[in-house]
């Protein structure tokens, strides 16, 4: 039988509370198998093009949202782990989006934030259409609470 393996960690994130989880799981699989980490977050469409509800005012506010977050968790791995590469792609289909990438890249497995209470529209969705259509396995993690005091919270400003 052979040995498991685990070469290239996918950690897609909305940037919700509940992503934190995920990406604690991610980075510690990452540094324990000695793994790329590939991050990925889907511009949902209201971030990428002006709609009739919001004009690109809204749009460069939610673009900046992004960025700062991006330049969070950025520091957030710098702290955890090494070997990462990050991406912000545009997207309507975010499940879509992720599986792509996951095959494009050749991930081992992808790690994916669990929305508790009133999730955003679709965070169900997309979780259940990865898990169904992904080309490797799929880790749900769930909110929890930290436990321990550690940093990088990407979060947090």
Do not use: W
């Not at 460069?60 to 969070?72: D, K, P, Q, V």
């Not at 990462?84 to 494009?104: D, F, H």
């Not at 929305?115 to 880790?139: K, M």
């Amino acid at each position: 039988m052979d040995a498991f393996k685990l070469d290239r960690v996918l950690f897609a994130t909305d940037f919700s509370p509940n992503c934190e989880s995920a990406f604690r799981y991610a980075t510690a699989l990452a540094q324990r198998f000695n793994a790329r980490l590939y991050v990925l977050h889907v511009l949902p469409a209201a971030e990428t093009e002006p709609s009739e509800e919001s004009s690109g005012r809204d749009v460069a506010i939610a673009e900046r949202g992004t960025i700062s977050a991006m330049r969070r968790l950025r520091k957030a791995l710098l702290a955890r782990h090494d070997d990462y590469m990050m991406a912000a792609i545009p997207g309507q289909q975010p499940s879509r989006r992720i599986i792509e990438k996951a095959r494009q890249l050749g991930v081992d497995l992808i790690v994916l934030g669990a929305h508790h209470g009133a999730p955003p529209p679709l965070a169900h969705d997309v979780v259940r259409e990865v898990c169904e259509a992904s080309p490797c396995p799929v880790i749900c993690v769930p909110y929890l609470p930290k436990t321990n005091s550690y940093e990088g919270d990407y979060l947090r400003e």
